[in-house]
């Protein structure tokens, strides 16, 4: 099983639970479990991530090369997967227009492709005014959770060395 992670694993274990400076283990593990291919995320995430020019886009622009891969043409089938879902759905244009032209796009058209499980904090809604990624996942047949969810899964242990 590979997990393909959104933007806000990264950016709310940076600002909330696994802060570069005081958890670099967390960080330590994505990028061991990027090496291996089990963990990763796309361009058009690192995008989101450099844009905020603080120490995750630092961090990010360090771990690219394993953790961010690009989008190829070879996509589009999924696209158009994902695009057909979308618009087939009760949301206004504007989410739709919104959803498309987002990494959450790109990230549902990769996780089809590779059948892949897309790590997020987001939640399903209700909401004609916006696609969240757990709806997307519900309508294309995807599978989704939670970065608890993959670490307890993944058995991924940060334990306090001995020199602390």
Not at 25 to 43: C, E, K, M, P, Q
Not at 124 to 151: E, H, W
Request: charged share 15%; net charge negative; with cysteine.
């Amino acid at each position: 099983m590979s997990y393909l992670l959104d933007a806000n694993v990264f950016m709310s274990a940076k600002n909330l639970h696994y802060g570069l400076d005081f958890c670099p283990a967390f960080w330590d593990w994505l990028a061991h479990r990027g090496n291996t291919g089990a963990v990763f995320s796309i361009d058009k995430v690192a995008d989101e991530i450099e844009a905020g020019q603080d120490e995750l886009s630092d961090w990010a622009r360090n771990h690219g090369q394993v953790l961010f891969r690009r989008t190829p043409p070879a996509l589009a089938p999924q696209f158009t997967q994902v695009s057909t879902w979308a618009t087939g759905q009760q949301y206004t244009p504007a989410a739709i227009n919104t959803f498309l032209q987002a990494a959450d796009f790109y990230l549902l058209a990769h996780a089809l492709a590779g059948n892949h499980v897309i790590v997020t904090h987001e939640h399903p809604s209700n909401s004609p005014n916006r696609i969240k990624i757990p709806d997307a996942c519900v309508g294309l047949g995807v599978r989704f959770m939670t970065p608890y969810q993959m670490l307890r899964i993944e058995r991924a242990r940060f334990v306090l060395g001995a020199h602390a």
